[in-house]
């Protein structure tokens, strides 16, 4: 009698346990002990002035979801922990679990707010909340490979003295990748003034605060000019707007472009039977959560939201990474005077 396995409930039902294991050695500390050579339970009590139960209860827990190994009585970290668990190194991810841990009590609301369909907490909604002051950080190292990827495509690099906007760019981290491949770009980012602070700090130390400005405000409602910029960055906003909200964007977008100029849309992207990368799918319960109307919307939808902007020649290429990229360009002069 063939029988199936229960083994995907299963693990879906203890995931609970790998994050909080994972929260609760970042903020002790536990992967830079082991870093700096402390490479027992005791050592690393001692040294972290932590209980010795409790390290090694969570030793061995690191190393059941594979994030510590263990040689006899010893513990190192993986290699996947050495890159982005060490608290000072450029990857680090710690901000992020111990992030996701805090939004346990969010979480536990999901049957009520699949109910209703009202958030349990609107922060996609809400001006200067102090809550993007962290996520942003927490999650920049994320974005890199999506950054190194567009600005591959774009051949951005070779693109000579170009000026580009990025809508709702965060932590600032894709003008790091992109003024580092081009030294003769200039970017320009649009965000709360709270997170544009964090911003202007982060490409700052990264040397290139020089070539970088911000401006102040709620890109729904200000206005990005007419024929600035050679490129537009729109990276992960498009899923907690509406579509409406999209559309306007979208059109604020095709004016401020230069002939010639190209939309970069990065963001979860869901094809049109809404199959697609598995975090994509499971993302959208988190947009339910915390936006009043954000969803992954699909490649038909963008479409058409951008032909309402009147834009042209739309592509849709994946990343390393869960996302997406869209890039619309905006027909140079002589194209436009041919279809006259």
């Known amino acids: 009698?063939?029988?199936?396995?229960?083994?995907?409930?299963?693990?879906?039902?203890?995931?609970?346990?790998?994050?909080?294991?994972?929260?609760?050695?970042?903020?002790?500390?536990?992967?830079?002990?082991?870093?700096?050579?402390?490479?027992?339970?005791?050592?690393?009590?001692?040294?972290?002035?932590?209980?010795?139960?409790?390290?090694?209860?969570?030793?061995?827990?690191?190393?059941?979801?594979?994030?510590?190994?263990?040689?006899?009585?010893?513990?190192?970290?993986?290699?996947?922990?050495?890159?982005?668990?060490?608290?000072?190194?450029?990857?680090?991810?710690?901000?992020?679990?111990?992030?996701?841990?805090?939004?346990?009590?969010?979480?536990?609301?999901?049957?009520?707010?699949?109910?209703?369909?009202?958030?349990?907490?609107?922060?996609?909604?809400?001006d200067e909340d102090p809550y993007w002051e962290s996520v942003v950080m927490a999650i920049a190292p994320l974005a890199i490979p999506a950054a190194h990827f567009a600005a591959q495509r774009l051949e951005l690099a070779t693109m000579g003295p170009i000026k580009y906007l990025d809508i709702g760019g965060g932590s600032g981290v894709w003008s790091v990748v992109w003024l580092e491949l081009n030294l003769d770009a200039k970017g320009v980012q649009i965000d709360w003034a709270n997170v544009n602070k964090l911003a202007r700090d982060y490409v700052a130390l990264h040397g290139f605060g020089d070539r970088f400005e911000t401006i102040d405000g709620n890109f729904h409602t200000l206005d990005f000019g007419t024929e600035e910029y050679d490129v537009i960055l729109y990276s992960h906003c498009a899923q907690a707007a509406t579509p409406e909200q999209n559309i306007a964007v979208f059109k604020k977008v095709r004016q401020a472009l230069k002939p010639g100029g190209v939309l970069v849309v990065n963001d979860c992207i869901l094809n049109n039977d809404r199959s697609g990368h598995n975090f994509a799918l499971t993302f959208n319960v988190n947009l339910l959560l915390h936006s009043s109307a954000g969803s992954t919307w699909t490649k038909k939808q963008l479409r058409e939201w951008l032909d309402a902007a009147d834009f042209h020649d739309v592509t849709f290429e994946q990343t390393p990474t869960a996302a997406a990229l869209l890039f619309a360009r905006v027909a140079p002069p002589e194209i436009v005077a041919a279809d006259e």
């Not at 050695?25 to 402390?38: K, R, Y």
């Not at 010893?74 to 996947?80: A, R």
């Not at 608290?87 to 609301?109: C, H, M, N």
Request: avoid cysteine; charge should be negative.
């Open 1 to 126: 009698m063939k029988t199936t396995s229960p083994q995907t409930i299963v693990s879906t039902v203890y995931g609970i346990w790998g994050s909080s294991i994972l929260a609760a050695a970042v903020e002790n500390g536990v992967f830079s002990l082991l870093d700096a050579g402390h490479a027992t339970a005791e050592a690393v009590a001692e040294a972290g002035g932590l209980s010795l139960r409790g390290t090694q209860a969570l030793l061995d827990g690191l190393a059941g979801i594979g994030l510590v190994e263990r040689d006899g009585g010893n513990y190192k970290n993986s290699e996947e922990s050495s890159t982005y668990l060490v608290k000072g190194k450029p990857a680090y991810l710690g901000d992020l679990a111990t992030r996701i841990v805090s939004e346990f009590s969010s979480w536990s609301q999901l049957p009520e707010v699949v109910k209703s369909g009202a958030p349990a907490a609107a922060h996609m909604d809400l």
